[in-house]
């Protein structure tokens, strides 16, 4: 006969492989997933262009954020990090990439957003590259679930350019 501490060992171990199983299961799941997400963002002003004292470039914009990301949550999306980047190159590095806006969306029903805004943190080049760039925008989105590895994705959008003269 089986002594008590056998007979737990057996029963916590067969548990413990079946929830890892229902994980993995869960994980692969993710991947049956169709993802459609949206987005279009608008340039609407740019408050002001310029050169800072120690000679780095300085732009403040004004942003309409629109974005349909409900496709991205399944049962296993815990919250999805979401942030908007501008991307531009120099003669010094091929990709510069400034964060502008970010936000975290912690469900289904905040995944259908359109905000009006200033960019949250600050688009300063290293340099007086800035006059007269092309550079795109970019909505990057990081999907956190509750199980699994994690992923992310982007969409990028293009046309948009800064004046040649500062303001």
Same mark, same amino acid.
């Given at each position: ?38 987005? #279009? ?45 501008? #991307? ?80």
């Amino acid at each position: 006969m089986h002594s008590f501490g056998y007979r737990a060992n057996a029963l916590l171990t067969f548990a413990t492989t079946i929830l890892a199983i229902m994980c993995a299961m869960a994980s692969v799941s993710d991947n049956f997933n169709s993802l459609s997400p949206t987005s #279009e963002v608008q340039v609407l002003n740019i408050n002001w262009f310029q050169k800072k004292p120690d000679g780095d470039d300085e732009v403040s914009l004004t942003l309409n954020i629109s974005a349909n990301l409900e496709s991205l949550f399944t049962w296993n999306t815990k919250q999805v990090f979401v942030f908007l980047a501008a #991307e531009y190159g120099t003669p010094k590095n091929v990709l510069n990439q400034v964060s502008l806006w970010d936000g975290i969306i912690p469900s289904k029903e905040h995944a259908k957003f359109s905000i009006h805004t200033t960019n949250k943190y600050r688009f300063i080049d290293q340099g007086s590259n800035l006059r007269g760039k092309n550079f795109n925008l970019t909505l990057h989105w990081h999907v956190m679930p509750k199980t699994g590895k994690m992923f992310a994705d982007k969409i990028v959008m293009s046309g948009f350019r800064l004046p040649e003269a500062y303001r």
